[in-house]
């Protein structure tokens, strides 16, 4: 009997690969707060959450709930529609590049030939939410916490886009598949250790991580510019954050690191993605590390960095690669 | 332009050894209390709220009634009242109210008293739901502790 | 700085309210600002005022110490050593040694606490999270040794007329020697993450820089003055108690910003574990309390008396009038003259070097308002 698809099978498999994705978002979220809290618990001494669960594991749980039940508060005199909007859209375009990260050999939503750029356009749009949930917070401090983001986001984006560059230029495709297929004999790490420290500290910068934290300093600004909002809202923009953190250590893991490559495993085409989440959780890790230890530098010193010392040292990168790759 | 490149040098070498010490402590064992499932021994020395000291011999306090704790008392906490019963010649004590919310612990009563009636006592865990629980009434707490 | 035409027009307020995590206590700081420079602040206080110097007024002289430690919490055994002593040069006690002795010993031994908990607080205040944590966890050690003897673990009324009101066992000397060894090895992790951390060096080099006029115009004293380059220490210029005896040094900044300020007290908490041990070693024997009568009467006259608290020098003023009750008491606060030179250093800086500047003076807004 011939089977009737009524949706073309790419489709169907998009959707099934999208719905399991965000389902995973959540699901990352959840880990990486805990993880977060834990570690954050152990390098200052002290055990974390411990209450609820086997040493707090359902902690971020009832978090969850507990954030769901909550009023959302819309404080007097703001712009009601841009107040509503700003964390859907921050946390809207921050799902869309996991479709064409590379997971495993055969578990990828969809190969975009120019995958990368596509990833790099999605980030800046995070800009605009943190703009957006600034201004429309009627709070001096939100403005002021907006308005730093701004600078500090366009400043970083390009020491990223340099040091990507670099990669690309030694595999001459932005497709993701690609970068990672070339990468069987030696992981670039080795070949470009450069670029891969500027990667990491813009990308650290882009998600306003500490140090780089200015948008939501709390010891200056009292919670920069979500001081406003509660519940829900606010959770939204959390997930979001996190998100953009397991982004930009999925795409380094990619680049650089050898995406899912690793010893052989049986079904290795599939469970490469074993190989994979174990990188991308070093990488966490060492971002977690370095938000608890270092104290955040101030505005323009930040600027100063990016400018001075991160565009520099890139740009000289690539010129050495590019003649390395003619020779 | 040396200065560039030494600066570059020293700096990373300083955020390194600095992630160095944060994740030796993440090894460390943790030093928190968690209170309370788990418990500290208190000091014997600890200055809790004054009680009536218990005379092993005579079962009794030691108090007087003379009031010079009420007097020398500089957030007027105390509460002292004697009665001469029949066929006494001193007066002994009926009343000692202790108005903890107001107590400073500066320990005058405890040095002030001529026979060393009272000490601190160790409470350190009190919690209540209303302000009149903590107007102690310290001789009654005396007759619970009595044989 | 230079300040566009849209910024010249559309200056702002913005409140660093009573409520904020960077003012330590509850202080109104009203900044005008354009755009992310501070223009003009100007500090409110007396949130927090719950007349000491009127309720010394109200009763018997014995009976203000409590309220001595009530007035800056984090360091209250120098604030309690300055009162007791000032009532003893007014009725002419004499104080034994051995009770001299543990007086320095324990006001140092706060003083190092005092200086854990700022460090903590100042990196808080840049972002770091966590040395404030260890600061106090070191910080949990004194106190359990001061709690031993004294019976309070924050707010001490240790002291007496005479003397002090406990002696001190073995128990207390064994775990001082046992605290300082690990401070000293501590001392090595605070310098590896935070002194030579780069990110801090940049936010306090040449911020704040304080000159020495400007110091003593506005009566700055304590670190903050030293950290200009004068040396004036309250325990060398106008010794008190039994620091002549002792062998340490002023430790003093060269340029007066937060650098130097920061690098003289973690020096001068390595001085005081100095002048504890010599102490501990010197310990004489003898009683802790002299006799006193019971109704101190305070002849008529006035009398002062000056003490180095942690944050600089502390001074306590009496006018007696014959009887047991103080006819006027008054307290100099060091923390409210390194406050009063805040509107003129904070002219024209950013915003979060105004907080890096207001962490480096070590305020405590209770002891400010009394």
């Keep these: 009997m011939e089977t009737i698809s009524i949706l073309p099978p790419e489709l169907i498999r998009m959707l099934i690969a999208a719905i399991i994705i965000i389902s995973f978002l959540f699901l990352n979220a959840i880990m990486m707060g805990y993880l977060e809290r834990k570690i954050a618990g152990h390098v200052q001494r002290r055990p974390g959450p411990m209450e609820v669960g086997f040493h707090g594991i359902l902690q971020m749980v009832v978090d969850g709930v507990k954030l769901l039940g909550k009023e959302l508060l819309i404080p007097f005199n703001v712009d009601r529609t841009l107040f509503r909007v700003a964390p859907l859209l921050s946390f809207t375009p921050v799902i869309l590049p996991l479709l064409v990260i590379p997971f495993s050999e055969k578990l990828q939503a969809r190969d975009l030939s120019l995958g990368l750029i596509f990833i790099v356009s999605m980030g800046s749009v995070n800009v605009m939410a943190l703009l957006v949930a600034g201004w429309g917070s009627n709070n001096k401090y939100s403005m002021f916490g907006a308005m730093r983001a701004v600078a500090q986001s366009i400043a970083f984006e390009i020491p990223i886009l340099l040091s990507m560059l670099a990669v690309v230029l030694m595999c001459n495709t932005f497709s993701l598949k690609e970068i990672v297929g070339a990468q069987q004999k030696i992981w670039f790490v080795f070949l470009q250790p450069v670029a891969f420290l500027i990667y990491l500290i813009a990308g650290v910068a882009e998600t306003n991580r500490a140090p780089f934290d200015l948008p939501e300093a709390e010891s200056e600004l009292t919670a920069g510019f979500h001081t406003e909002y509660s519940g829900m809202g606010f959770s939204l923009f959390f997930i979001g954050e996190y998100t953009n953190m397991f982004i930009v250590a999925s795409v380094a893991t990619v680049l650089f690191l050898g995406g899912w490559h690793g010893p052989n495993l049986p079904y290795g085409e599939y469970l490469g993605i074993v190989w994979f989440f174990l990188k991308v959780y070093f990488l966490l890790f060492l971002l977690i590390m370095i938000r608890w230890t270092y104290p955040r530098v101030r505005f323009d010193q930040l600027l100063n960095f990016a400018w001075k010392y991160l565009v520099p040292f890139s740009l000289v990168n690539i010129l050495i690669t590019a003649v390395l790759v003619k020779l | ?147 | 700085m230079l300040e566009s035409d849209f910024q010249k027009k559309n200056r702002f307020f913005l409140n660093m309210g009573p409520q904020h995590p960077s003012t330590h206590g509850v202080l109104l700081i009203v900044l005008e600002m354009s755009g992310e420079y501070v223009l003009d602040p100007q500090p409110v206080l007396g949130f927090v005022h719950r007349m000491h110097e009127k309720m010394a007024e109200s009763r018997p002289c014995v009976g203000f110490m409590p309220n001595t430690a009530r007035m800056d919490y984090v360091c209250a055994l120098p604030y309690n050593h300055g009162y007791v002593s000032l009532i003893e040069r007014k009725a002419g006690i004499e104080v034994p040694e051995r009770a001299e002795y543990i007086r320095v010993i324990t006001s140092e031994l706060n003083r190092v606490a005092s200086h854990l908990l700022w460090l903590g607080a100042y990196l808080l205040d840049l972002g770091a999270f966590t040395p404030i944590l260890y600061g106090f966890d070191d910080r949990e050690h004194i106190l359990d040794i001061l709690e031993d003897i004294t019976g309070s673990r924050l707010t001490y009324c240790y002291y007496r007329f005479g003397g002090v009101s406990r002696d001190i066992d073995d128990k207390f000397v064994a775990s001082t020697r046992a605290f300082i060894k690990r401070l000293r090895e501590r001392f090595v992790i605070y310098e590896k993450l935070v002194t030579k951390n780069i990110i801090f060096i940049k936010r306090t080099e040449n911020i704040g820089v304080v000159s020495p006029d400007m110091a003593l115009r506005y009566g700055m004293t304590g670190p903050n003055l030293r950290g200009s380059g004068i040396a004036y220490d309250v325990r060398k210029n106008e010794p008190y108690s039994v620091y002549p005896e002792f062998d340490f040094e002023i430790p003093v900044g060269s340029q007066g910003d937060c650098l130097d300020r920061y690098m003289v007290r973690i020096r001068e908490m390595e001085q005081s574990l100095r002048i504890i041990e010599q102490a501990l070693d010197r310990l004489p024997e003898g009683p802790v309390r002299a006799k006193v009568p019971k109704n101190i009467k305070l002849s008529p006259g006035d009398c002062n008396f000056a003490v180095e608290a942690a944050r600089g020098e502390l001074s306590y003023y009496l006018v007696g009038d014959g009887t047991s009750t103080p006819y006027r008491l008054k307290v100099r606060v060091p923390s409210y003259s390194n406050l009063s030179c805040l509107p003129e250093l904070g002219r024209g800086i950013l915003l979060p070097d105004l907080v890096s500047i207001l962490g480096s003076f070590d305020l405590v807004i209770p002891e400010m308002d009394r």
């Design chain 2, 1 to 147: 332009m040396k200065q560039y490149f030494s600066e570059i040098y020293t700096g990373g070498k300083s955020l390194v050894e600095g992630l160095g010490v944060t994740f030796k402590a993440l090894f460390q064992p943790i030093v928190t209390v968690q209170y309370p499932r788990e418990e500290i021994d208190i000091t014997p020395n600890y200055r809790g709220h004054i009680d009536l000291v218990l005379d092993p011999e005579k079962n009794t306090f030691l108090c007087i009634s003379c009031g010079m704790c009420e007097k020398s008392c500089p957030s007027d906490c105390i509460k002292i009242q004697g009665k001469k019963l029949e066929g006494e010649k001193k007066k002994t004590l009926v009343l000692f109210e202790l108005d903890f919310t107001k107590c400073s612990l500066c320990g005058t009563c405890v040095e002030v008293c001529p026979n060393d009636a009272l000490e601190f006592s160790q409470e350190y865990n009190l919690a209540a739901f209303s302000r009149e629980a903590f107007h102690f009434d310290i001789l009654k707490r005396l007759e619970e502790r009595r044989t």
